[in-house]
């Protein structure tokens, strides 16, 4: 019920015009029980995405709304345009909401509209129209591991084209050629980079100053906010949106003689490459020429090592780079070796009846950009607090006494975090060995009737080496046998425990598959993810 007590549709007046139709409440029987009223009608600032933008949102509030009644609602919007266009849009036809049957109904001069499907019949024609059309099409609910929507659930992307990628880049080039004045920047860039001769790393120095130095505004890169500012003015106000932020790199790596290019890419679906229109893109980032192809930097990524490893929410996907002949490039996948999570620990079983543990976890690539932004945002006086909370998830018996974070706000190096607990024994001297960081990324919450197919976001590697210390006169014993070795299509992990009469080492490897798996395979995964935690979270006896 409450899902349908307001409806809300987007709108955006800087080249939209929305009209509210019709709201109309009905019984079973057809008979008006309510209409909508204008006077009830609102409008707000969308928050649809974390971008600033014109866009709005208009409220409908639903009268007379029960259970069994039936809602008709009939909106229309007027669109700006370029004569002879068709902005590209991508229509999905499901929602969180359920719904008996969905269509997108397209009439008039449709024959220069190109258009691409998934998981959307072909479409059929009446009347001179086209119409593609579902039942009962899947409802969205959030699942762990999940794709992107556009990877799920059924869309139409259609519009008006170019005849090529080359033409849509050089048009769009064309527009904002004037912003890329290189020699205004020229001085700072040879500054920056003086007396560094490895092309690698002034790639890395001038990619890091962008990062550290300019602070991003989120603006929306469409329709209406294609140009970007001058590399000199990002320069004086520090701070610009995805555009600027290229634009400035772009231009300091061009004055110190690295080829660069501009690139536009889409951070939320992926890129239909039959579809040569720059409406597909939603973002801009810089392609620089390397022995494997290209290397792509996004600089306003304040949590990434740039200069790596593939930019985030885009391995595997496409780029126009906006070089001297414009033209689609795949973006690398997301690369293994340089990303994951170690650990040391020590776990000392005191007298006191209390285990001191001391976990210290380097956080390197992909884990350490996610876990870099969440800090960014904790307050030095709350951090804490927070980490007790986040480490009480696991252990709501835990006591967190002190904590030390480095690199938090320095993205050229591996996040490290200290933390240091203390977890009580049990009275007949057992205990399970901690194991909370690698819990925490390696187990995941059981979903029954999955919906949706899974995988890993990123690739996923980690190890930890955990030592177990008894007090003086006692031994540690192992409570209960876990499994040494766990072997899957989901992935492998491996541990090894190693002895003595007052000690114990256990060292533990996991890395994850990097391929997608149906949903009817999930409950496995679940059960294969738990027993590689069990190796880790040991059972112990001290006697």
Not at 353 to 364: I, N, Q
Not at 442 to 450: G, I, M, Q, W
Not at 473 to 494: M, V
């Amino acid at each position: 019920m409450t899902q349908f007590s307001t409806l809300e549709f987007d709108f955006d007046p800087s080249y939209e015009q929305l009209y509210v139709n019709e709201l109309t409440v009905r019984d079973a029987s057809g008979n008006v029980l309510a209409t909508g009223e204008l006077n009830t009608y609102y409008i707000t600032n969308s928050d649809s995405g974390y971008e600033a933008s014109t866009e709005k949102t208009v409220h409908l509030p639903v009268p007379s709304l029960a259970p069994g009644v039936v809602v008709e609602a009939v909106v229309s919007k007027r669109t700006s345009v370029e004569r002879g266009t068709f902005p590209l849009e991508t229509l999905y036809l499901s929602s969180d909401r359920p719904i008996e049957y969905s269509a997108v109904f397209v009439s008039g001069m449709h024959g220069e509209l190109r258009y691409e499907l998934h998981k959307v019949p072909k479409p059929r024609e009446s009347d001179g129209a086209l119409i593609w059309e579902m039942h009962r099409p899947i409802a969205f609910r959030w699942e762990p591991l999940q794709p992107y929507f556009d990877q799920i659930l059924p869309w139409v992307q259609m519009g008006t084209v170019s005849d090529s990628w080359r033409q849509a880049g050089e048009e769009y080039l064309g527009k904002i050629r004037d912003k890329l004045d290189v020699d205004k920047v020229a001085d700072r860039a040879r500054r920056l980079v003086d007396g560094v001769d490895s092309e690698a790393r002034r790639i890395e120095m001038l990619s890091a100053y962008v990062q550290d130095e300019i602070h991003y505004e989120a603006i929306e890169f469409g329709r209406r906010a294609y140009i970007p500012k001058t590399a000199r003015e990002t320069l004086r106000d520090r701070y610009g949106d995805c555009k600027d932020h290229a634009v400035l790199l772009y231009s300091l790596l061009q004055a110190v003689d690295i080829d660069a290019s501009l690139a536009l890419v889409n951070l939320n679906q992926q890129i239909s490459p039959d579809l040569p229109n720059t409406d597909q893109f939603d973002h801009m980032i810089v392609a620089i020429p390397s022995t494997d192809g290209r290397l792509f930097v996004d600089a306003t990524d304040k949590d990434l090592r740039l200069g790596q490893l593939p930019p985030r929410s885009m391995a595997g996907n496409y780029a126009l780079e906006l070089g001297t002949v414009p033209g689609l490039l795949k973006i690398p996948e997301y690369e293994s070796e340089l990303t994951g999570l170690s650990v040391e620990r020590v776990v000392e079983a005191g007298g006191d009846g209390y285990l001191d543990v001391t976990e210290t976890a380097r956080f390197s690539g992909y884990q350490a950009a996610e876990l870099r932004g969440q800090l960014r945002t904790i307050e030095t006086s709350e951090m804490q607090a927070s980490l007790q909370r986040w480490i009480a998830s696991r252990y709501s018996d835990a006591e967190l006494n002190e904590h030390f974070i480095d690199n938090v706000f320095d993205a050229s190096y591996d996040l490290i975090v200290e933390i240091r607990y203390k977890l009580p024994i049990d009275s007949d001297g057992t205990f399970d060995v901690p194991g909370f960081l690698e819990a925490y990324y390696l187990e995941f919450d059981r979903v029954a009737d999955r919906r949706f197919p899974f995988e890993h976001v990123f690739p996923l590697r980690v190890s930890a080496v955990t030592s177990v210390k008894a007090p003086s006169g006692r031994r540690l014993d192992q409570a209960s046998k876990k499994p040494d070795i766990g072997e899957s299509k989901f992935g492998n992990w491996e541990r090894r425990v190693e002895r003595s009469d007052d000690a114990l080492e256990i060292r533990f490897d996991y890395v994850a598959s990097g391929l997608r798996f149906e949903a009817e395979d999930y409950r496995e995964f679940a059960e294969f993810q738990r027993k590689a935690v069990d190796a880790i979270e040991q059972p112990m006896v001290l006697n």
